[in-house]
């Protein structure tokens, strides 16, 4: 795996200031995440955050530093503090070069999961990628990322394997979106299939 550090910085640091634009009103907005609206999604953003933090510092076991409903009020009270509070602390936590050697427990995974940094940072910059266009579809905003960040998001992207187990519950992404791509399709509307959205979500919803 390479460091994806610097590119993944890029894409969190672009979340913080798509959130600093939600306000209240924003919070009850569907997402492209089916069955969450807005404070939900920026609700699990925090959550990962902070338990990829912990992680990255040893104590990612904790299950509960992962409760995205442990946040939730601080979410409808002030978002874009909040979740920028949590998304400056994962990249402090990332800036050390010894935590790509480190091993993160990720308890989503199972019992006692257990992965090298590097990869454990790959999961993070991709999730984000993605959340990030969920985060700007709701609000109606263009989101944008440098063409280097999307060329090195997009073999992660691809890597994620595709089958019945996105359909249960909790699963990270939900099943490719298959058929013809429409003309014109970008590398980032490749990523978004792969991982289960609709690159004309907002189109579709109205």
């Not at 912990?54 to 904790?62: I, K, V």
């Not at 949590?86 to 308890?107: C, I, M």
């Amino acid at each position: 795996m390479p460091d994806v550090r610097p590119f993944h910085r890029i894409v969190v640091l672009n979340s913080i200031a798509l959130v600093d634009s939600v306000r209240a009103a924003d919070l009850d907005t569907p997402t492209p995440c089916a069955g969450w609206n807005l404070a939900d999604l920026l609700a699990h953003m925090t959550a990962q955050h902070r338990g990829f933090s912990m992680a990255a510092r040893g104590f990612g076991d904790d299950a509960d530093v992962w409760r995205a409903d442990s946040v939730m009020g601080a979410i409808t009270f002030d978002p874009g503090g909040t979740y920028a509070d949590a998304a400056r602390d994962v990249l402090a936590a990332f800036a050390d070069d010894a935590v790509l050697r480190a091993s993160f427990a990720l308890p989503e995974f199972g019992p006692n999961a257990m992965f090298p940094g590097t990869i454990a940072i790959g999961f993070h910059f991709i999730d984000y990628v993605v959340h990030g266009w969920d985060v700007a579809e709701s609000l109606g905003v263009a989101y944008t990322l440098p063409d280097d960040v999307v060329d090195a998001a997009l073999p992660l992207a691809l890597a994620v394997p595709d089958g019945g187990y996105r359909e249960m519950p909790d699963a990270p992404f939900a099943r490719a979106v298959n058929g013809p791509a429409a003309p014109g399709a970008t590398k980032l509307d490749r990523i978004l299939r792969h991982l289960g959205r609709s690159p004309d979500w907002a189109g579709l919803r109205l």
